[in-house]
C-alpha cells in the first residue's frame, strides 16, 4: 500500500483525504499544498484530522482547503477538486511567499504549519480593518496580555491606527509589577513618537517614566454612567432618565450643593431657591428615596475619583488628539476597581465617538480618516445580552464603524457576549478555549469557517493562535512574538 502515501485518497469540494507513513511528523493545523499536475492548479490545504487506517498500516489525514492557484497566478477559494492520486507535499519557498502577500502590517507574530514555526511569514492584521470591530478570546494563561502588548507595539511602529487601551492593573506601561526583567511599553524605541499614557499614578512616577497625568472634567462624565458603578433600582434608573436633558456638569453641581431632603415635591410645596431650579422641577415626581440614593452615589463617585475628576480640567482634547495621530494611549489606572474602570472607559469611548460623529456630519468622510480601536478588557461586564450597563459600548459596536471607530472586544467567555455584537466583528483571534459553548459560538460568528478547526484551537497552547479577519483570505494559525523579545528588533 505505500503507494498510496502522500496521494489524495478521496475529495469533495470542500474535504480531501489522503494517507501518511505511520512514522510521519503530520499534525493538526499543517499546510501542505495538493498539486494537479495535468490542470497546473495548486490547492493550499490545511490539515484539520488525523486517524488511523488499519488497511495501510498508515495514518489517514482529513485537510480542507484554504484556497488555490492556477496558472494566472490569481489566489482564489476552490470550486473544483483536484483528481485522485494527485501527490501531496509540503510548501515550497515560492508558495510560502505567496501566503505572505496576504499579511496586514500590524504584526502579531509568526505563521504556523502544525508543530513547525514559519518564520519567513510574519502574521499581521490590516489596520483598515479595526474599524468594524475585533474580539479577542483567551482563557486564563493563554497569552492575552502579551498578545495586546505586541499590538500596541506594532501600532506604535506602522502608526496607522489608533488604539485606546485601559490598564488597571499596571502592567502595559512600565511591565509587570515586581518583575525586574519586565518591559512595558514605555520602554518601546519609539515610544516617543507613538505613545501617550495618561495616569493616576503620584507625580514622582509619572514624571521618571514620562507620563502623563490623567484628568477628566465633570462636562466629561454622562450621568447615564452611575449604572457602571452602582446597581440602581428601577426608581434609580427612572431619576437618570428624567435628568439626562441636563449637562452632566449641572447635575453634579446640583447634587453636590443641594438637599435633596428639600426640595419641592407632588407632597411638598416647599419654594425651591437653589441655582437649578429646571432640574428641582424635572425630579419632582422621583421618588424621594431613589433621589437620596442617587444623590449619596454621586458624592461617594466624586470622593472615589478626587485624584483625577474635577470641575474643569481635561485630558481628553490631548487623548483625541493623540488617537487621530495614530498613536497609542495608554490609560494607566493600577488599582481601580472594575467598575471605576468601566467608569473611565465610558467616559473617553464616549468623547471619541461623538468627536468622529460630529466631524463626519459637520464635515464629511474625510475628517474621520484613520480608524481608532477602543479595547474592552473582560468585556461581557458591559456586553452581555442581559446587561443593562451597555452604554456607550453597544452604540460603538452597532454604528462605530462608520465613523472610523471599532471596539476590541477581549473576554474570556464568548458566550457572555451578546450575539448581535459578535456578529459585528470582523477579526477573532482565538487564542485557546476550552468550554464547547464558546468554540460554536465564536464559529458561528467568525468571516471563517472556523468548525473545521475545533480541534487546532483545542490543542492551541500558551502564545498561539487562530486568526481570522476578512483582511486575509483564510483563517491563519500564528505563534504570537514575545513582546521583550519583539522589543529587542526595533533596539
Known sequence: MEDRYNQLTGTDVLTYRWIVPSESMTAVGELVVVSDEKKSIRYFTRVTGMHHEYESGGVLVTGSPIGCIGSDNIFRKPRTIPPLHSPVRGMDTEEISLLNMFMGDLEMGCMMSGNRLISEIPVGIPPSVLNQHLGIFATTGMGKSNLMKVLCASAIVTRKVGILLTDPHGEYATGQPGDPHACGLVHHPLAHVGLSVFTIRDESFARMHGLKPLKISHSDLSIADLGLIFDLSHDQYEVIHLLMPFKTDEILDFFIHDDVESLPSHLRTTAYIGNHQDIAQRVRSASPDALRLVQRQIRTLLDLTSGFVNKTESSFPEIISALDENKVVLIDIPGMS??????????????????????????????????????????????????????????????????????????????????????????????????????????????????????????????????????????????IHHFEEYLNWYS
Open 338 to 479: 472594575d467598575a471605576a474602570e468601566l467608569f473611565v472607559l465610558s467616559a473617553i469611548s464616549r468623547s471619541i465617538f461623538k468627536d468622529r460623529q460630529n466631524r463626519f456630519i459637520n464635515e464629511g468622510l474625510s475628517q474621520t480618516n484613520g480608524n481608532i480601536l477602543i479595547s474592552i478588557e473582560e468585556a461581557q461586564r458591559v456586553l452581555s445580552q442581559r446587561s443593562e450597563k451597555t452604554g456607550i459600548f453597544r452604540e460603538i459596536a452597532m454604528e462605530g464603524r462608520k465613523f472610523g471607530v471599532g471596539i476590541g472586544v477581549i473576554t474570556q467567555q464568548p458566550k457572555n457576549i451578546d450575539q448581535r455584537v459578535l456578529a459585528q466583528m470582523n477579526t477573532l483571534i482565538v487564542m485557546g478555549l476550552a468550554d464547547r459553548q464558546d468554540r460554536e459560538i465564536i464559529a458561528s460568528s467568525a468571516k471563517h469557517d472556523l468548525r473545521i478547526l475545533d480541534t487546532e484551537i483545542q490543542t492551541l497552547d500558551r502564545g498561539e493562535a487562530i486568526i481570522s479577519t476578512i483582511g486575509i483570505p483564510f483563517p491563519v494559525s500564528c505563534h
